[in-house]
């Protein structure tokens, strides 16, 4: 089970933002980040907790370890307006954080 | 250029059956586990199943275990999910996507086809 914080969250262009998931048991760094647009299919933004997916932004990073990860966006840009969720692909199920919303003030 | 394109949905009535299918191309399928997540417009995403690369194995949620199965034709590059059953709770958007086991997960999602159960 994934406890993704905060459920939204609303920022100002160049802010930093982060967004927590807490594993209810170890995972390793099975924890992988995606964005979610609405209409729109979801896309990996981050891999094995902080692995950067090939063609997206530096802005976007993940760490963590074990059951604590961070996904961060260093300086908040207009079209990072979208959903968040955290997954893990430890073991079955491959459970999904709740998501966050994130919009721009 | 790595495509899935989802297809199968539409309405039906509870109780009653639908086949997804994705179709697969511009990459290597059957090294490919593929997953099927789905979505109720406006929630969150929701992991349904897996089948490996070879089709001999497959894992499923607990909410749909005994109502749905999973099988792929690799000759084809095709990914079919079976569902049987079928419940209001059912309805989503439903996506394929892929994992090489390994390497980089869910890195490339369909479009989704939307399953609505309804009388």
């Known amino acids: 089970h994934l406890t993704q914080s905060p459920s939204s969250l609303s920022a100002s262009i160049g802010d930093r933002v982060t967004i927590s998931c807490q594993a209810s048991?170890?995972?390793?760094?099975?924890l992988n980040w995606y964005q979610q647009k609405p209409g729109k299919a979801p896309k990996l933004l981050i891999y094995?907790?902080?692995n950067l997916k090939t063609g997206v932004p530096s802005r976007f990073s993940g760490s963590g370890s074990g059951t604590e990860f961070t996904f961060t966006i260093s300086s908040l840009q207009p079209e990072d307006t979208a959903t968040y969720y955290c997954q893990h692909n430890d073991d079955f199920p491959y459970n999904f954080g709740q998501g966050t919303k994130l919009d721009i003030k | 250029e790595v495509q899935l394109v989802e297809s199968g949905g539409g309405l039906v009535q509870p109780g009653g059956s639908l086949r997804l299918s994705c179709a697969a191309s511009g990459f290597s399928f059957s090294s490919y586990w593929m997953h099927w997540v789905r979505q109720v417009p406006g929630k969150g995403l929701v992991w349904v199943a897996r089948i490996n690369s070879d089709g001999s194995g497959t894992r499923f949620a607990d909410f749909v275990k005994g109502r749905f199965s999973l099988s792929r034709d690799n000759t084809k590059n095709m990914l079919y999910l079976q569902m049987n059953s079928l419940r209001v709770e059912d309805t989503a958007v439903y996506f394929c996507s892929r994992e090489l086991v390994g390497a980089t997960p869910f890195d490339y999602w369909g479009q989704g086809t939307l399953v609505t159960v309804s009388s």
């Open positions: 094995d907790a902080s």
């Open positions: 048991q170890y995972i390793g760094d099975f």
